[in-house]
Structures are given as C-alpha cells and as structure tokens.
C-alpha cells in the first residue's frame, strides 16, 4: 500500500474531490483523502494523504494556515465572493487609512458566522446544497483567530493581504466582514493558500506534474511491485511529526509495541526524562514508524496517541 503526504497544488476549477478522484487514478491507490476543503476558485497548497497517512488526515485540517486574498470592497454578493450572484453594490467612501485599520482590528480572535455556501453540514446536510436550493438556516457564530494580517497592496477598491488564521477559518466570510465594518460591504476576488501547516505553495505540485512524475519513476514497475512504489514526492508519514523527539523502542519490547498497549521508560533505547515535556514519534528497531506517544504523569508510562503502522 502507497502510503505517505503530497503537497497538492490545487488549480482553479477543481473542486478538492476533484483532486483526490483524479489522484486515486493517477496513483492507482483506493485509500486517499484530503485535508480541508478548498473552494472551486480558490488555488494553493492542498495536502492529500495517502494509505496509512489519511490517519493524518484530521491532524493537518486543524492547523494553521496562511492565505493570500484579494478584498473587492464595495459589492456584497450571496457567495461572499465574485462568482456569485451581487446582492447590493456601494461607493467605496473610505479612505486607505480607514481600511487599513478596518482590516487590521480583525486580527486576534473574533466570532465568525460560517457562510452558506460551504461544505459544513446542518442536519445531516451541506449548507451548500441548502443554500442551492434556496433555503437558508441559521447558523452560530463560532470563535475563530486571526492570528496575523499582512497588507500587501492597497488600491481601492481591491486590497491584497496575506492571512494567517486558525483551522474553521473562512476568507470569504472575513471579506464580508471587513466590508461591512466599513459601511460598502465586500466580498473574496481571489484566494491562494499559501501554506497549511509545513507545507508549503514553493513545493506544491499541479496534478500535471504528479502525472508526469509518476509516469517516468512508475516506468517498468509490475503491478505486483506497484504497491510498494516510493515516489519521490510522497512525503512519508511522520514528516509532519519532526516537532516531536524521536523515541527508538528495544526489540525485546516488540510485541507490546505491535499490540499497540502503553510502553514504559524501560522499553525504550536511551530513554531521556524530557520526552515527558511533549509527545514523541515513537520507532521500533528497525526503524519503522509506529506512532506518536504522550506521557501520563499519573502512571509514570507512555499512552498511544495515534499509531499509524499497521500489522
């Protein structure tokens, strides 16, 4: 089984889907999935996991991430970006001063509405296909944080800025938002993420382009050797982990490590009393990846937190 993380850069048109349907073939792999939604038009880094990684999957939508938006003040449309339908269309009176400053009060945390037109699900259905349909419900506002604005280019009515925000984010709300504040509304002209977590758009490859690699290294290989393919823009499993110190696991403790139970200090290779600080990536002998471990103070031993080697 193909396992590991590839740094996607989703072009406009495609839908997320898009790019895990067109990757499955392309890889000739069933086990697949993408870490949060980016809208049709929006481009940018869009990590996608593969085998024993889609464990990873739920991990990387709750990072931080960092976008590059352009703001058209002065149109309000139902999508909260230019390819919807305009709802109301004003003057654009402020001054540059007063955007900057408009845009700039948004940084820290605030409570966002989630738009309708969005993949979250009320009642066991998309907000999307609802609002599609012409129904509209309420929804809450939930605390989200922007963690920095950096404005790039300011020539009204467009603004270009670059966001740097915490997971359940939306732009295009945030857009909305500031054009409110402003009194001439706004909505979203462009969105590319920049960055999801360490991934990042300079390493980013097109589906073209994981096409191509894959045709030349996948040359002559037989299908029964496929699976076992390494590819050399497959990121393996635990490269999003390199936060955590690394933990090797003696060989005499292999079956309480492949049985997934609680490991003590004495089962590890030259332990140290500072993986209690944080979580560890966590190793067997021969170097495979197991898992990420954390330390119970109470029971003096380490507790699975996500294993990802399956036996």
């Known amino acids: ?27 000739k792999t069933k086990k697949i999935g993408h870490t949060g939604t980016l809208d049709p038009d929006a481009e940018g880094v869009l990590p996608v996991c ?7 999957c739920e991990l990387l939508t709750d990072k931080q991430k960092e976008y590059e938006a352009v703001l058209l003040l002065g149109r309000v449309t139902d999508t909260q970006d ?50 599609r349909a012409g129904v ?4 809450k506002a939930r605390q989200v944080e922007i963690f920095s604005i950096d404005i790039l280019e300011v020539c009204l009515p467009r603004v270009k800025m670059r966001v740097n925000c915490s997971k359940g984010t939306y732009i295009r709300t945030l857009c909305e938002d500031i054009g ?7 909505c979203m002209e ?40 390494v590819f050399d ?11 955590y110190e690394k933990a090797v696991v003696k060989e005499a403790w292999n079956k309480v490590l492949y049985n997934g139970n609680r490991l003590t200090p004495e089962a590890f290779v030259c332990y140290q009393e500072k993986w209690k600080k944080d979580n560890i990536r966590v ?29």
């Open 82 to 131: 230019i390819s919807g339908t305009v709802l109301k269309e004003r003057e654009v009176g402020a001054t540059e001063e007063e955007v900057r400053n408009a845009i700039l009060s948004f940084v820290g945390n605030y409570m966002q509405v989630p738009p309708m037109y969005s993949a979250l699900k009320v009642d066991g259905k998309k907000l999307c296909d609802l609002a």
């Open 233 to 243: 823009f497959i990121q393996s499993v635990d490269s999003v982990f390199l936060q």
């Open 190 to 229: 462009s969105l590319l993420r920049t960055r999801v977590s360490e991934f990042r758009l300079q390493e980013a490859l097109t589906l073209g382009e994981i096409e191509k690699r894959v045709e030349k290294q996948g040359a002559g290989i037989s299908p029964e050797q496929w699976e076992a393919s």
């Open 50 to 56: 593969l085998g024993k990684a889609t464990k990873v």
């Open 283 to 311: 190793y067997d002998e021969e170097g495979n990846f197991i898992g990420i471990y954390a330390y119970r103070k109470g029971q003096g031993d380490y507790k699975p937190v996500k294993v990802f080697m399956e036996t």
């Open 180 to 186: 409110e504040k402003l009194g001439c509304g706004g």
């Open 136 to 139: 509209t419900v309420e929804r």
């Open 1 to 27: 089984m193909i396992s590991g993380i590839i740094n996607v850069y989703k072009e406009r048109g495609y839908t997320s889907f898009d790019v895990v349907a067109k990757l499955r073939g392309i890889l």
